[in-house]
């Protein structure tokens, strides 16, 4: 993260959420101008990672953040002033998307992804971002940008009014918005499958019994209350929606069905692409022109 950026930051209240992550290192942050007079021309992009990765590449096979994308995005003649990120959560870098630990930070993690999408509007003076979420950090960003309050594991918490309207692009790469099956017979252990803001598909749906093997749709209910208030939320995202995900995706599973419907799918989408080769993290490093062409163009 440039020096400017950081300055800013410091001076505009943000210094106690230590954006630039400088317990991570260099790659745990990007983005900013290099000097005062640097201008910002086109819409600036933030990219989210999921759990257990880094906004940068920090160690293989896992956490490899969005250096790949960032790095396609330069060479599309986009500058550090238009393209940004940050670390979030306690289980950065690990590798380990889905970790079994014990307590949930889901609010903290909203409100600090809340102050980051507000502080680069702010400092950037655009009068529209761009949103790319990964995985975990995809139902995330959406409830950022909703807003809304949230009563969570780690408290309650508000998060101000919606920003869709701030919102040129949103992509949502293999985000589990309707939750995960492994999660359906085990709502408490671990943590990251509780009902309240964890990833808890519901018990059963209407007349169905096996969340990655339903014979039809059904409407689902009794879901993870995070993402069912993010999902039954009218409040765009943004003016174009897209969303990503891929048949062998080894983390959602079963296709990345969940009660009959791919759980990446973003209610009121635009658009979609779904891949027949691509794992959870080749979602998100190898589709960096799908990434492009979807910000820019408005095309997937």
Not at 87 to 99: I, N
Not at 154 to 174: E, W
Request: some cysteine; glycine content about 12%; aromatic content about 10%.
């Amino acid at each position: 993260m440039m020096s400017h950026f950081v300055d800013w930051l410091i001076a505009h209240g943000y210094e106690q959420d230590a954006f630039d992550r400088p317990d991570v290192g260099p790659n745990g942050s990007f983005g900013g101008k290099r000097r005062s007079s640097d201008r910002v021309e086109k819409e600036p992009v933030i990219f989210i990672h999921g759990s257990g990765d880094a906004a940068l590449y920090t160690q293989q096979p896992l956490a490899t953040g969005f250096s790949r994308s960032i790095q396609y995005f330069l060479e599309q003649n986009y500058t550090e002033a238009e393209l940004y990120a940050t670390t979030w959560g306690d289980m950065w870098g690990s590798g380990s998307m889905l970790d079994t630990y014990s307590t949930m930070h889901t609010c903290g993690n909203l409100i600090y992804l809340r102050r980051f999408l507000e502080a680069v509007i702010a400092y950037t003076g655009a009068s529209k971002v761009d949103i790319i979420a990964h995985s975990v950090g995809v139902p995330l960003m959406r409830k950022v940008v909703k807003g809304g309050t949230l009563i969570g594991t780690d408290g309650n918490c508000t998060l101000g009014a919606p920003l869709g309207a701030k919102v040129d692009t949103f992509l949502g790469i293999a985000g589990p918005n309707y939750g995960l099956c492994v999660c359906q017979l085990a709502q408490t252990v671990p943590a990251w499958c509780n009902a309240l803001d964890g990833l808890y598909p519901g018990y059963t749906c209407q007349d169905q019994l096996l969340c990655g093997y339903t014979s039809g749709s059904c409407k689902q209910e009794n879901y993870s209350n995070l993402l069912q208030k993010t999902n039954d939320d009218p409040q765009r995202e943004g003016d174009h929606v897209y969303a990503m995900w891929s048949d062998v995706d080894e983390v959602l599973l079963n296709r990345g069905m969940v009660w009959g419907k791919p759980t990446a799918r973003i209610a009121g989408m635009n658009g979609r692409w779904i891949s027949d080769r691509n794992g959870h993290v080749a979602m998100k490093d190898l589709t960096e022109l799908r990434q492009f062409e979807a910000v820019v163009h408005h095309s997937i």
